[in-house]
């Protein structure tokens, strides 16, 4: 298998839930990330991983929780999540350094209930 | 910071007609890239292009081109010939080395027949 895949494609979950999403990359990639995509809004970006080391957060709130156990998986850790949080979660995988091209899974379309 | 606006928030064309998207940026870093992503209703994010600041000759994919002109901070993407299946949300991004890119907030293109 190639490319990057994200479980569970279509999640929904209650505020009181704890649930985890998962991204895996194929590619040989050394960096990772955590997109949001809102209606109607830009793709913000969330976390950064760098060979396994977060070297960005993007002033996400503590209920989302990242975790890089190695340079080809990426999870998001979700707990007492609110309505607002629904949107679709994007991982993407690049080569560390930059400047080059990301290469982004299906997604998971996060509802909140 | 970098920054890239999107001013077309839906473009409309026929089949076989060539459609502009339009892209501007602001950054302070003298080196940097700049990207064009497709994303269909499913919601995958598929990179079409690539633009670094230093190329002096614009990148050309297939039926998809790059306008470049570094002095206007534009990136407009030149899609030939449309065809339906070119109907999808187009995101540009800049990214420089060292982080992960920064989306505008997209145009959406119709192809109709």
């Known amino acids: 298998e190639t490319g990057v895949t994200q479980t569970p494609r279509h999640l929904v979950m209650g505020m009181t839930n704890k649930k985890s999403l998962k991204c895996e990359q194929h590619?040989?990639?050394?960096?990772m990330y955590w997109y949001k995509q809102s209606a109607k809004k830009p793709l913000e970006l969330m976390f950064v991983?760098?060979?396994?080391?977060?070297?960005e957060n993007n002033s996400v709130p503590s209920r989302f929780s990242p975790e890089c156990p190695n340079s080809s998986h990426l999870f998001l850790h979700l707990h007492t999540l609110q309505p607002e949080d629904s949107a679709l979660y994007l991982c993407?995988?690049?080569?560390?350094?930059?400047?080059?091209?990301?290469?982004f899974g299906q997604g998971t379309r996060l509802t909140v209930v | 910071a970098q920054k890239i606006t999107q001013t077309q928030p839906g473009m409309f064309v026929q089949e076989k007609e060539a459609v502009t998207l339009d892209c501007t940026y602001d950054?302070?870093?003298?080196?940097?890239?700049l990207f064009w992503y497709k994303q269909p209703s499913s919601g995958e994010m598929i990179f079409l292009i690539y633009?670094?600041?230093?190329?002096?000759q614009n990148a050309t994919e297939g039926r998809y081109s790059l306008n470049f002109q570094k002095a206007r901070k534009s990136a407009n993407l030149v899609i030939s010939a449309s065809q339906l299946g070119d109907s999808a949300m187009y995101f540009c991004a800049i990214g420089r080395a060292g982080t992960a890119l920064i989306f505008g907030k997209g145009t959406t293109l119709s192809v109709s027949s």
């Open positions: 590619l040989g990639h050394n960096a």
């Open positions: 633009q670094g600041s230093y190329d002096q």
């Open positions: 991983y760098n060979f396994k080391e977060q070297t």
């Open positions: 950054t302070s870093d003298p080196s940097y890239g």
């Open positions: 993407a995988s690049s080569h560390a350094g930059g400047n080059t091209e990301a290469f």
